[in-house]
């Protein structure tokens, strides 16, 4: 679709058995590509959409997002009371200490004008950078953090409990991607909140000119949403400011990341999570 990032894949019926063939066509158009998009898809179903999220990986949930009437699978609806949130460069679960590797998309009703989706291929993005830049970059690592987006909708009591499962975590400012070893940007506007050593103001201005190269429309792909459309993207290369029907896949996410000093790496913990990671499924969903 563009000479960077996107490609829409024909002639696939995704709500039918993926054989191993078709599976490592699939992962390896994701690789060159970063998003790739299906159109048509009228069958597809819950089960389906598990499916195709295995190709790559165990589905996880995303811990923010309203839960679905299956597990696993997450809506977002969005109509004239419920305005959309996420219309800012971002990339989805940097703020975990094992980001996940991608997501699984599936738009179920769409407005008759606007909607679209946008990515960044972060990897072309990082190309683009001068040498002094990038030598400037390498080796330093950032905090991640979801307390200034999604924390905004909680109360301090919340933000506290949710805290011990959701730490702050640090990713290294340029990644390489385990599988094709190419060197990436990965920071973002919502969750990248300061560089490790900087002063606040140069970690300030630096992450800004950074999460710039987001913005430039020659590494951008647009994709117009119709009902039963869907996009698969791989997490790390790209940001994206929207997400439609969500459903993420986990497994090897772009590099390791590791706790910020003082707090706990999150993990199997006895108890139950805090009510904000056990909300119980929407019964009725009105838009996408």
Known sequence: ?????????????????????????????????????????????????????????????????????????????????????????????????????????????????????????????????????????????????WGPSWGTFMTPEQIEALRVFLPLVEHPVVVWHPRTGRKTLYVNEPFTTRIVGLPEDESRELLHELGLQARIPELQVRFRWQPDSMASLIRGPTVGPRLVAVLPASGAGPCPARPVHGWRAPGRRSGRAPALLRREPARRWNQV
Do not use: C
């Open 1 to 145: 679709m563009t000479p960077h990032i996107g490609a829409e894949i024909e002639g696939v019926d995704l709500s039918r058995p993926i054989g191993e063939e078709l599976a490592g066509e699939l992962r390896q158009a994701l690789l060159e590509w970063k998003v790739i998009f299906f159109r048509d898809q009228h069958d597809f179903g819950a089960d389906a959409h598990l499916a195709l999220a295995a190709v790559w990986g165990e589905p996880e949930p995303n811990p923010f997002f309203p839960k679905g009437d299956t597990v696993g699978v997450s809506r977002l609806a969005k109509d004239a009371t419920a305005i959309g949130q996420e219309n800012i460069w971002h990339s989805d679960h940097s703020f975990m200490a094992a980001p996940a590797l991608g997501s699984v998309l599936r738009s179920l009703e769409v407005p008759s004008a606007g909607g679209d989706t946008m990515w960044a291929d972060m990897g072309a993005a990082y190309d683009n950078l001068g040498d002094e830049m990038k030598q400037r970059i390498e080796g330093l690592t950032a905090v991640h953090d």
